[in-house]
T-cell receptor
Framework: NAGVTQTPKFQVLKTGQSMTLQCAQD?????MSWYRQDPGMGLRLIHY???????DQGEVPNGYNVSRSTTEDFPLRLLSAAPSQTSVYFC????????????FGPGTRLTVT | SQKIEQNSEALNIQEGKTATLTCNYT??????LQWYRQDPGRGPVFLLL?????KEKRKERLKVTFDTTLKQSLFHITASQPADSATYLC????????????FGKGTRLSVIA
């Protein structure tokens, strides 16, 4: 099992560019989520999905889109990058049911100039 | 609004001592609390889960308590070692349904040899 994988590991964007952060898991988990982590702010939920075809917004969804066409993949799209989106992004997955542990990917460090 | 807070941003202790980290919650009654460890440049890793009807949970040198009266969970590492140095995050959800985890900001533990 590879667990949760994320690509790329590092990315630099210019303001206004768009890109997609990839996330995949091979544990057949129904639940997947995206967090961003900033110094002093902790992990903040961007979007989450309880299964293929179902997504919902988290605490900080503005400027991001998600889709879930398969159980395995949950890409995060930045529509028009802004410096405020400079952060470390983590994808996570778990079995359905919120008491179960979450498995996190290694993260993507994004810098927007 | 529902909050989960870790009041100490950083904690320094001597090797061999017991480290105690605190997690408080306000405006809701979580059915459980989870604790994660995060090393620099990596994603969080699940350590322990404690449910509201459990007073204490242990795993090797780790112990977690859950006090619903004080609205608090304590995370203890006994006989601490420099390898225990990391950031520790607590997390919970307002209910045990399929809802997102909310994380505290974390406490950075440094164990000094």
């Amino acid at each position: 099992n590879a667990g949760v994988t994320q690509t790329p590991k590092f990315q630099v964007l210019k303001t206004g560019q768009s890109m997609t952060l990839q996330c995949a898991q091979d544990m057949n988990h129904e639940y997947m989520s995206w967090y961003r982590q900033d110094p002093g702010m902790g992990l903040r939920l961007i979007h989450y999905s309880v299964g293929a075809g179902i997504t919902d917004q988290g605490e900080v969804p503005n400027g991001y889109n998600v889709s879930r066409s398969t159980t395995e993949d949950f890409p995060l799209r930045l529509l028009s990058a802004a410096p405020s989106q400079t952060s470390v992004y983590f994808c996570a997955s778990r079995t359905s049911g919120s008491s179960y542990e979450q498995y996190f990917g290694p993260g993507t460090r994004l810098t927007v100039t | 609004s529902q909050k989960i807070e870790q009041n100490s941003e950083a904690l320094n202790i001597q090797e061999g001592k017991t480290a105690t980290l605190t997690c408080n919650y306000t405006n809701y009654s979580p059915a459980y609390l989870q604790w994660y460890r995060q090393d620099p440049g990596r994603g969080p890793v699940f350590l322990l889960l404690i449910r509201e009807n459990e007073k204490e949970k242990r795993k090797e040198r780790l112990k977690v308590t859950f006090d619903t009266t004080l609205k608090q969970s304590l995370f203890h590492i006994t006989a601490s070692q420099p390898a225990d140095s990391a950031t520790y995050l607590c997390a919970s959800s307002p209910n045990s349904g399929n809802t997102p985890l909310v994380f505290g900001k974390g406490t950075r533990l440094s164990v000094i040899a």
